[in-house]
């Protein structure tokens, strides 16, 4: 009868989060149809490549996301030009990055780029002046006490990818330091587009689940990372055949997040409503490392260089039906 109780309010949860993400990103997609290049406010309609647009819509829908999760654990984050600047912050991110991922070391040597992004931009040939262009968009949109929040924060995310541009961490430690500091950083820079500022400990707890969905990343890229030299904590594990350490830390880091969401003072229907939605990301991961796992079990090894053997498609059914069953059946 515990059990009935428990599966119940489960699936019950489960509905609710489900509802409020198809809701979401049907609301999304429409936006991202009709005005997101409108909000952009480029010059030309043809500004980006074909493969900018997929990275933006990459972007954008990651921050949807992230949005709908925000505004789970405080209904008042939502804001009537939220398309608006989340359009614009995710051309930020996926253009800083694409900067970031192209500068070369001689590049930097000599140059004080400590909470510098500006200057950063220019000494990378932005020809375009893109990166500048987004940031005044969103600028105009804040208050100076939000828009010094919003700097304070982007200089972290800053700052955490530079010193690893410049000094990649090489140690376990080091590597979890630096996902960490990442995703928290990036999750806590997406709250900062909200009129209002986070609580210190809803802080706390975006942070925690920034590092958790920053770890989901490493893992399901790890064949990318490795193929590109990215280190990161995943490939450091999953190089030295040590999976089970791999699954150890991620399924440590899901209990650091749902505690912290539980400690986050928000009601009880907040709290549950917003692990559901995390349980999806948290899902997909397991159904990752289970094929791994299955890996190892054939093989005897990982066949890190195989991307065919590696790539986890969620276009596939086996796939699908793994992490449905995930969904369904465990508990976040």
């Not at 992230?66 to 030009?81: G, I, M, W």
Request: aromatic share 14%; hydrophobic share 40%; with cysteine.
């Amino acid at each position: 009868m515990t059990n009935v109780i428990r599966f119940g309010r489960h699936w019950y949860w489960m509905l609710v989060a489900t509802f409020r993400l198809l809701l979401g990103f049907a609301f999304a997609a429409r936006y991202f149809k009709e005005r997101t290049y409108r909000d952009l406010q480029l010059s030309e309609p043809t500004f980006f490549s074909s493969k900018e647009k997929r990275r933006l819509k990459h972007y954008f829908y990651g921050g949807t996301f992230l949005q709908l999760l925000f505004e789970t654990l405080q209904p008042k984050c939502r804001s009537n030009d939220q398309g608006y600047r989340l359009s614009n912050l995710a051309a930020l991110a996926y253009y800083f990055d694409d900067l970031l991922e192209v500068s070369q070391e001689q590049e930097l040597q000599g140059f004080n780029w400590k909470d510098q992004p500006k200057a950063f931009g220019q000494r990378m040939d932005d020809h375009r002046q893109l990166a500048l262009h987004f940031l005044e968009n969103l600028h105009r949109q804040m208050s100076l006490d939000r828009q010094a929040a919003f700097d304070q924060v982007m200089h972290r995310v800053f700052n955490t990818e530079m010193a690893a541009k410049q000094h990649p961490p090489s140690d376990l430690d080091a590597l979890i330091h630096h996902a960490a500091e990442k995703g928290g950083y990036s999750v806590l820079l997406f709250r900062q587009l909200s009129p209002i500022a986070p609580s210190a400990l809803e802080e706390s707890a975006l942070f925690a689940f920034g590092h958790l969905i920053q770890a989901c990343d490493d893992i399901f890229d790890a064949w990318f990372d490795i193929q590109e030299g990215v280190p990161t904590f995943a490939t450091y594990l999953l190089q030295r055949g040590q999976l089970s350490t791999l699954s150890d830390l991620f399924e440590r880091q899901v209990e650091v997040t749902h505690t912290a969401f539980s400690s986050s003072g928000m009601s009880a229907a907040q709290v549950e409503t917003a692990l559901r939605i995390v349980h999806y990301i948290t899902a997909i991961t397991r159904v990752c490392l289970q094929h791994y796992q299955k890996m190892v079990d054939k093989h005897g090894k990982l066949l890190l260089d195989n991307r065919a053997a590696m790539v986890v498609d969620m276009e596939r059914w086996n796939h699908r039906f793994a992490t449905a069953f995930e969904l369904a059946l465990r508990f976040p």
